[in-house]
Protein backbone atom coordinates (compact mmCIF):
# COMPACT_ATOMS: atom_id res chain seq x y z
CA UNK A 1 0.00 0.00 0.00
CA UNK A 2 3.09 2.17 1.37
CA UNK A 3 4.52 1.89 -2.08
CA UNK A 4 1.60 2.50 -4.42
CA UNK A 5 1.44 5.74 -2.79
CA UNK A 6 5.08 6.40 -3.39
CA UNK A 7 4.92 5.53 -6.59
CA UNK A 8 1.52 7.90 -7.32
CA UNK A 9 3.08 11.10 -5.67
CA UNK A 10 6.21 10.30 -7.56
CA UNK A 11 4.42 10.70 -10.71
CA UNK A 12 2.30 13.57 -9.11
CA UNK A 13 5.03 15.36 -8.63
CA UNK A 14 5.94 16.05 -12.17
CA UNK A 15 2.43 16.38 -13.58
CA UNK A 16 2.32 19.33 -11.09
CA UNK A 17 5.08 21.02 -12.03
CA UNK A 18 3.37 20.97 -15.26
CA UNK A 19 0.01 22.52 -13.76
CA UNK A 20 3.02 25.12 -12.36
CA UNK A 21 3.98 26.05 -16.18
CA UNK A 22 0.14 25.79 -16.79
CA UNK A 23 0.28 29.09 -15.05
CA UNK A 24 2.49 30.85 -17.30
CA UNK A 25 -0.29 31.71 -19.11
CA UNK A 26 -1.68 34.15 -16.96
CA UNK A 27 1.72 36.60 -16.81
CA UNK A 28 -0.12 37.75 -20.35
CA UNK A 29 -2.22 39.96 -17.81
CA UNK A 30 0.71 41.66 -16.32
CA UNK A 31 2.61 41.96 -19.01
CA UNK A 32 -0.08 43.52 -21.55
CA UNK A 33 -0.08 46.29 -18.93
CA UNK A 34 3.77 46.97 -19.29
CA UNK A 35 3.46 46.75 -23.02
CA UNK A 36 0.75 49.06 -23.28
CA UNK A 37 2.82 51.36 -20.64
CA UNK A 38 5.97 50.72 -22.85
CA UNK A 39 4.50 51.32 -26.74
CA UNK A 40 1.69 53.97 -26.06
CA UNK A 41 -1.65 51.53 -26.63
CA UNK A 42 -5.30 52.40 -26.06
CA UNK A 43 -7.35 49.39 -24.06
CA UNK A 44 -8.38 48.03 -27.42
CA UNK A 45 -5.18 47.81 -28.68
CA UNK A 46 -3.51 46.32 -25.28
CA UNK A 47 -6.29 43.78 -24.96
CA UNK A 48 -5.34 42.56 -28.15
CA UNK A 49 -2.80 40.31 -26.35
CA UNK A 50 -4.64 38.22 -23.96
CA UNK A 51 -7.27 37.76 -26.53
CA UNK A 52 -4.67 36.70 -29.10
CA UNK A 53 -3.70 34.17 -26.37
CA UNK A 54 -6.90 32.35 -26.00
CA UNK A 55 -7.92 32.40 -29.32
CA UNK A 56 -5.88 30.10 -30.18
CA UNK A 57 -7.92 27.42 -27.43
CA UNK A 58 -10.52 27.51 -30.06
CA UNK A 59 -8.06 26.48 -33.02
CA UNK A 60 -6.15 23.82 -31.13
CA UNK A 61 -7.79 22.55 -28.35
CA UNK A 62 -10.64 19.70 -30.04
CA UNK A 63 -7.63 18.81 -32.51
CA UNK A 64 -5.44 18.03 -29.57
CA UNK A 65 -8.05 15.90 -27.85
CA UNK A 66 -7.81 14.14 -31.26
CA UNK A 67 -3.86 14.05 -31.31
CA UNK A 68 -4.00 12.41 -27.78
CA UNK A 69 -6.12 9.74 -28.81
CA UNK A 70 -3.19 8.83 -31.27
CA UNK A 71 0.10 9.91 -29.41
CA UNK A 72 -1.23 9.48 -25.67
CA UNK A 73 -1.08 12.50 -23.23
CA UNK A 74 2.05 12.48 -22.06
CA UNK A 75 3.64 12.80 -25.16
CA UNK A 76 1.13 15.87 -26.23
CA UNK A 77 2.20 17.29 -22.47
CA UNK A 78 5.72 16.99 -23.38
CA UNK A 79 4.91 18.62 -26.45
CA UNK A 80 3.37 21.82 -25.28
CA UNK A 81 5.91 22.16 -22.71
CA UNK A 82 7.92 22.78 -25.79
CA UNK A 83 6.10 25.54 -27.46
CA UNK A 84 5.83 27.25 -24.26
CA UNK A 85 9.80 27.39 -23.91
CA UNK A 86 9.97 28.72 -27.35
CA UNK A 87 7.26 31.39 -26.65
CA UNK A 88 9.46 32.57 -23.04
CA UNK A 89 12.32 32.64 -24.99
CA UNK A 90 11.59 35.21 -28.02
CA UNK A 91 10.99 38.70 -25.11
CA UNK A 92 14.72 37.92 -24.34
CA UNK A 93 15.41 39.53 -28.00
CA UNK A 94 13.12 42.67 -27.76
CA UNK A 95 9.78 43.91 -26.81
CA UNK A 96 8.75 44.91 -30.13
CA UNK A 97 5.26 44.61 -30.82
CA UNK A 98 5.26 41.84 -33.52
CA UNK A 99 8.18 39.64 -31.25
CA UNK A 100 5.16 39.86 -28.36
CA UNK A 101 2.22 39.35 -31.18
CA UNK A 102 4.56 36.05 -31.77
CA UNK A 103 5.42 35.42 -28.43
CA UNK A 104 2.05 35.09 -26.69
CA UNK A 105 0.71 33.03 -30.00
CA UNK A 106 3.10 30.52 -29.20
CA UNK A 107 2.23 30.92 -25.44
CA UNK A 108 -1.39 30.47 -26.50
CA UNK A 109 -0.48 27.66 -28.54
CA UNK A 110 1.21 25.75 -25.85
CA UNK A 111 -0.97 26.31 -23.07
CA UNK A 112 -3.89 25.05 -25.28
CA UNK A 113 -2.17 21.79 -25.67
CA UNK A 114 -1.06 21.67 -22.31
CA UNK A 115 -4.71 22.63 -20.53
CA UNK A 116 -6.42 19.92 -23.36
CA UNK A 117 -4.05 16.94 -21.93
CA UNK A 118 -2.89 17.49 -18.55
CA UNK A 119 -6.05 17.20 -16.98
CA UNK A 120 -6.80 14.06 -18.54
CA UNK A 121 -3.17 12.89 -17.85
CA UNK A 122 -4.12 13.53 -14.51
CA UNK A 123 -7.04 11.33 -13.83
CA UNK A 124 -5.03 8.13 -15.07
CA UNK A 125 -3.09 8.79 -11.48
CA UNK A 126 -6.00 9.93 -9.45
CA UNK A 127 -9.60 8.92 -10.12
CA UNK A 128 -13.24 8.68 -9.24
CA UNK A 129 -14.37 11.32 -6.20
CA UNK A 130 -11.39 12.94 -5.66
CA UNK A 131 -10.36 14.00 -9.44
CA UNK A 132 -12.55 17.05 -8.36
CA UNK A 133 -10.39 18.16 -5.38
CA UNK A 134 -6.92 17.08 -6.96
CA UNK A 135 -7.63 19.28 -10.31
CA UNK A 136 -8.42 21.87 -7.95
CA UNK A 137 -5.13 21.01 -6.04
CA UNK A 138 -3.83 21.42 -9.57
CA UNK A 139 -4.99 25.05 -10.07
CA UNK A 140 -3.57 25.32 -6.89
CA UNK A 141 -0.42 25.14 -8.06
CA UNK A 142 -0.75 26.32 -11.39
CA UNK A 143 -2.26 29.99 -9.52
CA UNK A 144 0.89 30.12 -7.39
CA UNK A 145 2.50 31.06 -11.04
CA UNK A 146 0.06 32.93 -11.70
CA UNK A 147 0.83 35.22 -9.01
CA UNK A 148 4.38 35.30 -8.76
CA UNK A 149 4.54 36.70 -12.17
CA UNK A 150 3.34 40.39 -11.08
CA UNK A 151 6.07 40.80 -8.37
CA UNK A 152 8.62 39.04 -10.69
CA UNK A 153 7.69 41.67 -13.54
CA UNK A 154 7.81 44.70 -11.08
CA UNK A 155 10.70 43.49 -9.56
CA UNK A 156 12.46 43.43 -13.21
CA UNK A 157 10.87 47.08 -13.57
CA UNK A 158 12.05 48.64 -10.53
CA UNK A 159 15.27 46.79 -9.64
CA UNK A 160 16.51 44.87 -12.76
CA UNK A 161 20.05 43.55 -12.87
CA UNK A 162 22.26 46.20 -15.50
CA UNK A 163 23.74 42.39 -16.95
CA UNK A 164 20.28 41.36 -17.45
CA UNK A 165 19.10 44.90 -19.23
CA UNK A 166 15.40 43.31 -19.52
CA UNK A 167 13.70 44.90 -17.37
CA UNK A 168 10.21 43.65 -16.56
CA UNK A 169 10.99 41.08 -19.19
CA UNK A 170 13.13 39.18 -16.65
CA UNK A 171 9.59 37.14 -15.81
CA UNK A 172 10.16 35.27 -19.05
CA UNK A 173 13.43 33.65 -18.69
CA UNK A 174 13.16 32.63 -15.03
CA UNK A 175 9.92 31.01 -16.60
CA UNK A 176 11.58 29.31 -19.19
CA UNK A 177 13.95 27.60 -16.85
CA UNK A 178 11.32 25.86 -15.03
CA UNK A 179 9.72 24.90 -18.49
CA UNK A 180 13.16 23.24 -18.69
CA UNK A 181 12.87 21.19 -15.72
CA UNK A 182 9.18 19.99 -16.13
CA UNK A 183 10.26 18.84 -19.82
CA UNK A 184 13.25 16.81 -18.23
CA UNK A 185 10.95 15.09 -15.51
CA UNK A 186 7.83 14.25 -16.58
CA UNK A 187 9.83 12.45 -19.91
CA UNK A 188 11.40 10.77 -17.20
CA UNK A 189 7.97 9.19 -15.04
CA UNK A 190 6.32 6.69 -16.49
CA UNK A 191 2.45 6.84 -16.35
CA UNK A 192 0.02 4.47 -17.70
CA UNK A 193 -2.72 5.58 -19.68
CA UNK A 194 -6.17 4.29 -19.53
CA UNK A 195 -7.31 3.62 -23.20
CA UNK A 196 -10.22 5.27 -24.86
CA UNK A 197 -13.69 3.13 -25.71
CA UNK A 198 -13.46 2.65 -30.38
CA UNK A 199 -11.90 3.84 -32.29
CA UNK A 200 -10.59 7.94 -31.74
CA UNK A 201 -13.02 10.69 -32.49
CA UNK A 202 -13.04 12.63 -35.66
CA UNK A 203 -13.24 16.81 -35.22
CA UNK A 204 -17.08 16.72 -36.66
CA UNK A 205 -17.78 13.63 -34.41
CA UNK A 206 -16.18 15.94 -31.34
CA UNK A 207 -17.92 19.18 -32.12
CA UNK A 208 -21.34 16.78 -31.90
CA UNK A 209 -20.82 16.46 -28.16
CA UNK A 210 -22.06 19.98 -27.96
CA UNK A 211 -25.15 19.09 -28.76
CA UNK A 212 -25.78 17.16 -25.84
CA UNK A 213 -27.09 20.01 -23.89
CA UNK A 214 -24.94 19.07 -20.67
CA UNK A 215 -22.07 19.50 -22.28
CA UNK A 216 -22.74 23.07 -24.29
CA UNK A 217 -23.80 24.34 -20.59
CA UNK A 218 -20.43 23.35 -19.18
CA UNK A 219 -18.65 24.73 -22.50
CA UNK A 220 -20.21 27.63 -21.63
CA UNK A 221 -19.58 27.84 -18.37
CA UNK A 222 -15.60 27.61 -18.98
CA UNK A 223 -15.78 29.90 -21.21
CA UNK A 224 -17.12 32.31 -18.58
CA UNK A 225 -14.54 31.36 -15.82
CA UNK A 226 -11.57 32.52 -18.03
CA UNK A 227 -13.19 35.49 -19.33
CA UNK A 228 -13.48 36.72 -15.79
CA UNK A 229 -10.51 35.40 -14.91
CA UNK A 230 -8.43 37.56 -17.21
CA UNK A 231 -10.62 40.20 -17.68
CA UNK A 232 -9.61 40.58 -13.84
CA UNK A 233 -6.08 40.23 -13.98
CA UNK A 234 -5.71 42.66 -16.79
CA UNK A 235 -8.75 44.98 -15.88
CA UNK A 236 -7.79 45.38 -11.43
CA UNK A 237 -4.45 47.42 -12.74
CA UNK A 238 -6.73 49.67 -14.78
CA UNK A 239 -8.76 50.05 -11.81
CA UNK A 240 -6.62 51.74 -9.41
CA UNK A 241 -5.12 53.72 -11.79
CA UNK A 242 -8.24 55.37 -12.76
CA UNK A 243 -9.71 55.96 -8.91
CA UNK A 244 -6.52 56.18 -7.20
CA UNK A 245 -4.11 57.74 -9.25
CA UNK A 246 -1.71 54.98 -8.93
CA UNK A 247 1.43 54.28 -11.23
CA UNK A 248 1.52 51.00 -13.07
CA UNK A 249 4.13 49.27 -11.16
CA UNK A 250 2.33 49.84 -7.72
CA UNK A 251 -1.13 49.20 -9.32
CA UNK A 252 0.36 46.12 -10.58
CA UNK A 253 0.05 44.67 -6.71
CA UNK A 254 -3.59 44.39 -7.86
CA UNK A 255 -2.84 41.19 -10.06
CA UNK A 256 -1.19 39.55 -7.54
CA UNK A 257 -3.45 39.92 -5.02
CA UNK A 258 -6.10 38.74 -7.32
CA UNK A 259 -3.62 35.47 -7.77
CA UNK A 260 -2.90 35.46 -4.24
CA UNK A 261 -6.57 34.65 -3.60
CA UNK A 262 -7.10 32.68 -6.15
CA UNK A 263 -4.30 30.19 -4.63
CA UNK A 264 -6.15 30.06 -1.53
CA UNK A 265 -9.03 29.34 -2.96
CA UNK A 266 -7.99 26.72 -5.01
CA UNK A 267 -5.93 25.33 -1.75
CA UNK A 268 -8.70 25.16 0.33
CA UNK A 269 -10.97 24.51 -2.25
CA UNK A 270 -9.40 21.10 -2.87
CA UNK A 271 -10.13 19.98 0.84
CA UNK A 272 -13.48 21.75 0.82
CA UNK A 273 -14.36 19.47 -1.94
CA UNK A 274 -14.13 16.41 -0.06
CA UNK A 275 -16.58 17.42 2.54
CA UNK A 276 -19.45 19.99 0.80
CA UNK A 277 -21.17 18.72 -2.33
CA UNK A 278 -19.81 20.44 -5.95
CA UNK A 279 -22.85 22.29 -6.72
CA UNK A 280 -23.40 23.66 -3.08
CA UNK A 281 -19.63 24.88 -3.02
CA UNK A 282 -19.93 26.13 -6.48
CA UNK A 283 -22.88 28.29 -5.71
CA UNK A 284 -21.32 30.06 -2.76
CA UNK A 285 -18.41 30.78 -5.15
CA UNK A 286 -20.60 32.48 -7.93
CA UNK A 287 -22.33 34.52 -4.71
CA UNK A 288 -18.75 35.72 -3.49
CA UNK A 289 -18.29 37.40 -7.31
CA UNK A 290 -21.62 38.36 -7.79
CA UNK A 291 -21.50 40.41 -4.94
CA UNK A 292 -17.49 41.72 -5.92
CA UNK A 293 -18.72 42.91 -8.87
CA UNK A 294 -21.58 44.85 -6.99
CA UNK A 295 -18.65 46.38 -5.27
CA UNK A 296 -16.80 47.42 -7.92
CA UNK A 297 -19.50 49.22 -9.81
CA UNK A 298 -20.10 51.19 -6.40
CA UNK A 299 -17.29 51.73 -4.51
CA UNK A 300 -14.18 53.60 -4.92
CA UNK A 301 -12.00 53.62 -2.13
CA UNK A 302 -8.76 51.46 -2.22
CA UNK A 303 -9.53 49.25 0.63
CA UNK A 304 -12.83 48.19 -0.88
CA UNK A 305 -11.74 47.61 -4.25
CA UNK A 306 -9.23 45.28 -2.88
CA UNK A 307 -11.35 43.25 -1.26
CA UNK A 308 -13.77 43.11 -4.46
CA UNK A 309 -10.67 41.74 -6.39
CA UNK A 310 -9.82 39.42 -3.90
CA UNK A 311 -13.51 38.19 -3.32
CA UNK A 312 -13.32 37.36 -7.29
CA UNK A 313 -10.00 35.60 -6.77
CA UNK A 314 -11.41 33.23 -4.21
CA UNK A 315 -14.88 32.82 -5.81
CA UNK A 316 -13.24 31.98 -9.00
CA UNK A 317 -10.64 30.13 -8.12
CA UNK A 318 -12.92 26.32 -8.39
CA UNK A 319 -14.82 27.09 -11.30
CA UNK A 320 -12.91 25.63 -13.15
CA UNK A 321 -12.34 22.25 -11.50
CA UNK A 322 -15.92 21.24 -10.82
CA UNK A 323 -17.04 22.56 -13.97
CA UNK A 324 -14.61 20.14 -15.91
CA UNK A 325 -14.75 17.10 -13.35
CA UNK A 326 -18.98 17.85 -14.21
CA UNK A 327 -18.63 17.31 -18.19
CA UNK A 328 -15.46 14.51 -17.25
CA UNK A 329 -17.76 12.30 -15.19
CA UNK A 330 -20.43 13.06 -17.25
CA UNK A 331 -18.91 11.13 -20.69
CA UNK A 332 -16.18 9.24 -19.11
CA UNK A 333 -15.66 7.24 -21.96
CA UNK A 334 -14.42 10.30 -24.13
CA UNK A 335 -12.07 11.97 -21.79
CA UNK A 336 -10.16 13.38 -24.78
CA UNK A 337 -12.90 14.78 -26.49
CA UNK A 338 -14.95 16.46 -23.56
CA UNK A 339 -11.33 17.85 -22.80
CA UNK A 340 -11.30 19.02 -25.56
CA UNK A 341 -14.05 20.94 -25.73
CA UNK A 342 -13.72 22.26 -22.11
CA UNK A 343 -10.14 23.60 -22.86
CA UNK A 344 -11.41 25.11 -26.24
CA UNK A 345 -13.70 27.42 -23.98
CA UNK A 346 -10.90 28.79 -22.87
CA UNK A 347 -11.48 30.85 -26.05
CA UNK A 348 -13.81 32.96 -23.09
CA UNK A 349 -10.01 34.61 -22.73
CA UNK A 350 -10.57 36.21 -26.09
CA UNK A 351 -14.01 36.98 -26.13
CA UNK A 352 -13.85 38.85 -23.12
CA UNK A 353 -10.99 40.72 -22.93
CA UNK A 354 -11.98 42.15 -26.51
CA UNK A 355 -15.80 42.92 -25.53
CA UNK A 356 -14.40 44.61 -22.30
CA UNK A 357 -11.73 46.83 -24.19
CA UNK A 358 -14.58 48.26 -26.27
CA UNK A 359 -17.14 48.75 -24.06
CA UNK A 360 -14.40 50.60 -21.46
CA UNK A 361 -13.10 52.96 -24.52
CA UNK A 362 -16.87 53.25 -25.23
CA UNK A 363 -17.99 54.12 -21.36
CA UNK A 364 -14.53 56.54 -21.07
CA UNK A 365 -13.98 54.44 -17.90
CA UNK A 366 -13.58 50.73 -16.33
CA UNK A 367 -17.07 49.96 -15.63
CA UNK A 368 -17.87 49.16 -18.94
CA UNK A 369 -15.48 45.95 -18.58
CA UNK A 370 -16.68 45.30 -15.37
CA UNK A 371 -19.95 45.52 -16.81
CA UNK A 372 -18.91 42.54 -19.65
CA UNK A 373 -17.66 40.34 -16.60
CA UNK A 374 -21.09 40.76 -15.09
CA UNK A 375 -22.68 39.22 -17.67
CA UNK A 376 -20.51 36.17 -16.91
CA UNK A 377 -20.88 35.67 -13.23
CA UNK A 378 -24.77 35.74 -14.12
CA UNK A 379 -24.21 32.80 -16.66
CA UNK A 380 -22.38 31.15 -13.72
CA UNK A 381 -25.10 31.72 -11.34
CA UNK A 382 -27.93 29.65 -13.51
CA UNK A 383 -25.47 27.31 -13.98
CA UNK A 384 -25.28 26.53 -10.21
CA UNK A 385 -28.81 25.54 -10.85
CA UNK A 386 -27.20 22.49 -13.29
CA UNK A 387 -24.65 20.96 -11.37
CA UNK A 388 -25.64 17.41 -10.34
CA UNK A 389 -25.80 17.11 -6.44
Not at 16 to 25: D, K, R, Y
Not at 96 to 101: E, F, G
Request: hydrophobic content about 55%.
Amino acid sequence: MENTKNASLSKLIPVMLCFFAMGFVDLVGIASNYVKADLGLTDSQANIFPSLVFFWFLIFSVPTGMLMSRVGQKKTVLLSLIVTFASLLLPVFGDSYALMLISFSLLGIGNALMQTSLNPLLSNIVRGDRLASSLTFGQFVKAIASFLAPYIAMWGATQAIPSFGLGWRVLFPIYMIVAIIAIFLLNATQIEEEKEEGRPSTFGQCLALLGKPFILLCFIGIMCHVGIDVGTNTTAPKILMERIGMTLDEAAFATSLYFIFRTAGCFLGSFILRKMSPKSFFGISVVMMLVAMAGLFIFHEQAVIYACIALIGFGNSNVFSVIFSQALLYLPGKKNEVSGLMIMGLFGGTVFPLAMGVASDTSMGQNGAIAVMTVGVLYLLYYTFRIKK
